[in-house]
């Protein structure tokens, strides 16, 4: 083969795999790690989709409670556990109607199109606060559950329905554990 057409090849093989490099970094920026769902990032530009398309739209808020207490009784891989059990209860729950993320340490969230193809929130919360095995412990786990229609709110954002169900949320913890509101 003639050396001026690999020379000419190769920084366009060098742009391909740098591209390529780029696209798997972004996309995986996009993804948690540990628990496979969306990051914060990922997340909200789906989720602003999916409520501008959806008046229906369900926006929910999850916290794990007394998260800190697990880490520290029975180590990170216990805290790790727990949060990769959350997350798949979660996407469990939003099943193909709707996506969920997790947003930063023990806080959830989705975004849920048409509610009344999900199993409620009832069945959300009963799916939460099941324990976890790990090292032959049944780590207890519960969780503060804040959600929001979309169609409650007067100007239907991500932003607002987020700030609503946070709200939410935190009513829900200054009950004690294990509720929903």
């Known amino acids: 083969m ?3 057409v690999i020379a000419a090849a190769l920084p366009a093989l060098g742009w391909a795999t740098h591209g390529s490099l780029l696209l798997h970094r972004l996309a995986t920026a996009r ?3 540990l628990t496979g769902l969306h990051t914060r990032a990922g997340w909200t530009t789906r989720a602003e ?15 794990l409670d007394d998260f800190k207490n697990i880490n520290d009784t029975y180590g990170h891989a216990a805290g790790d556990a727990v949060l990769a059990a959350t997350a ?28 009344d193809r999900s199993s409620g929130l009832s069945a959300l919360r009963t799916a939460l606060d099941r324990p976890v095995d790990h090292g032959g412990h049944a780590l207890a786990v519960s969780a503060s559950v804040g959600h929001c229609h979309r169609k409650t709110l007067l100007v239907p954002t991500l932003t607002d329905a987020l700030s609503a ?8 913890k200054g009950h004690g554990r294990r509720n929903t509101h």
């Open 2 to 4: 003639d050396t001026h």
């Open 31 to 33: 993804r948690d790690p």
């Open 49 to 63: 989709h999916l409520m501008v398309r959806n008046p229906s739209a369900l926006v929910v808020l999850v916290d």
């Open 88 to 115: 798949h209860r979660l996407s469990e729950w939003c099943g193909r109607h709707g996506i969920a993320a997790r947003l930063g340490g023990d806080e959830f969230a989705a975004v849920v199109t048409d509610p």
């Open 165 to 172: 169900a946070d709200l939410a949320m935190y009513a829900a």
